[in-house]
C-alpha cells in the first residue's frame, strides 16, 4: 500500500487499515461522485446509506439522533448538503440531524421564551391528538413521522445539552484532543463531540 510521505502516521498503521480499490462511479464531477457514495446513485433523491442504516437497523438511543452530520466552524466548502444526509423516499424520521457549531448545535430545539418543560409537553399532546385525527382519516407515514419527530425533539432537549457540555471532561482529555477542544466548531471539539455521541449510541 503506497502511502505519501506526508501522512507518517497514516504510513505507520498501513497494516491495520483496509483499502478498497474496486469501487467507483461513473461521475465526473466531484458533487455528483460525493452524492454516488453517500447514496448509491449520482442523482439526487435517494436515501444516504445513514438513513438505510436507521430504516434497517433502527436506532441505539431513543433520546438522541440515530446519525448525525457534523461540521468544523469555517469551513463553508465542506459539502454537507442535505441530499448526503437526507432520508429520500423513505420516512422523513430517518434522516440525519445536522450538528453545528456554537451554543445552539441542534436548531429550533430550545423552548420560545416564556414556555416551559410542561407546557411544551401539553402542547404537542394536544398536537399528536389532532394528527392522530388526521391519520386515522388519512393515513399517511408522513404524518407518523411527523408525531415520531416531535417527541423526538422533546427528548432531544434534554439529552443534546447533556451531550454538548464537556465540563465533565476530566483534564487528561483536553491533552489528548488539545484546548482546541473546548472552543465550540473546532475540529478537536468535532472529534471530542462525535466520541461522545458513538459512546451514546449515535452513529
Known sequence: LQISDALPHISGIADDLCLVRSMHTEAINHG???THM???SQFPGRPSIGAWLNYGLGRANDNLPAFVVMGTKGKGGQPLVSRLWGSGF???ENQGVRFRSGANPVLHLQNPSGIDRKSRRMMLDRLRE??????????DAEIE???AQYE???RMQASVPELTDIASEPQ??????GEE????GSFANTALMARRLAERGVR
Open 172 to 177: 487528561h482529555t483536553f491533552e489528548l484532543y
Open 181 to 184: 477542544a473546548k472552543k465550540p
Open 152 to 154: 423526538m425533539a422533546f
Open 145 to 147: 413521522s411527523r408525531i
Open 32 to 34: 455528483p461522485g460525493v
Open 90 to 92: 423513505l420516512p422523513s
Open 130 to 139: 389532532l394528527h392522530e385525527l388526521q391519520l386515522a382519516g388519512n393515513p
Open 38 to 40: 453517500q447514496t448509491g
